[in-house]
């Protein structure tokens, strides 16, 4: 079957950094997601990786390792806006979003 | 530009009441299309997809049903709700290429009483 865990939730304290994990089990890769969703708003789009390595888009870096099936998402200098869910997402064999249960942060002042 | 559009926001309804939800996409042909359900502090759960016109897939059997009328109009829809179709409704397209992602609309908040 299709598998993606990341943790349930995180706890940060805000200006600090933290790196949300997950890892994938899935048939065939054709990419890997990350979307942060507000409480009670829909998912927005933070970042895609389909090469391994690290992906940076200001405070926000994404990386991905394909062989081990594992990717995070790390964050700097985090805001009290940056209270949210982080959810996972790989695209399958299929083109397909396989999605995670998704990891909740709260910061803390 | 591409968008995205989904109504109602919110939406109470009696049990056994019927259930339309409408979601349409502009700036864009022959997109994929999705209905989504996400249970409050749950994931998100993948109800239907069309890849075309009239081409619904399901991917939980239930009371609900989608179709698609046109190429950009996407319908969610119930004869009878029950109560455990509560939820937060997200419709979503991507292009038909590898490197896009999911864009969503905004989401119905429906709440069956």
């Known amino acids: 079957g299709q598998n993606i865990d990341q943790p349930t939730e995180m706890t940060a304290t805000e200006g600090a950094i933290v790196q949300i994990n997950c890892t994938y089990q899935t048939s065939g890769f054709n990419g890997l997601f990350w979307y942060q969703q507000h409480a009670g708003e829909a998912p927005t789009f933070l970042s895609y990786?389909?090469l391994d390595g690290l992906e940076e888009k200001g405070r926000f870096s994404s990386f991905l390792s394909r062989s081990k099936g594992y990717s995070y998402l790390l964050l700097k200098e985090l805001q009290m806006k940056d209270s949210a869910s982080y959810l996972c997402?790989?695209?399958?064999?299929?083109?397909?979003?396989?999605w995670g249960a998704g990891t909740k942060l709260i910061i803390k002042p | 530009s591409q968008t995205i559009h989904q109504w109602p926001a919110t939406l109470v309804q009696p049990v056994g009441s019927p259930l339309s939800l409408e979601c349409t996409v502009e700036?864009?042909?022959?997109?994929?299309l999705y209905w989504y359900r996400q249970a409050a502090g749950r994931g998100l759960q993948l109800l239907f997809y069309s890849v075309g016109i009239g081409q619904i897939s399901s991917e939980v059997p239930q009371n609900l049903s989608a179709s698609r009328p046109q190429d950009r109009q996407f319908i969610l829809s119930s004869k009878k709700l029950l109560l455990s179709d509560s939820g937060f409704y997200l419709c979503?397209?991507?292009?038909?290429?590898?490197?896009?992602?999911?864009?969503f609309g905004s989401g119905t908040r429906l709440t069956v009483v």
């Open positions: 997402a790989v695209k399958d064999s299929n083109y397909q979003l396989i």
């Open positions: 700036g864009t042909s022959n997109p994929n």
């Open positions: 979503a397209w991507t292009m038909k290429t590898e490197t896009y992602g999911y864009t």
């Open positions: 990786n389909v």
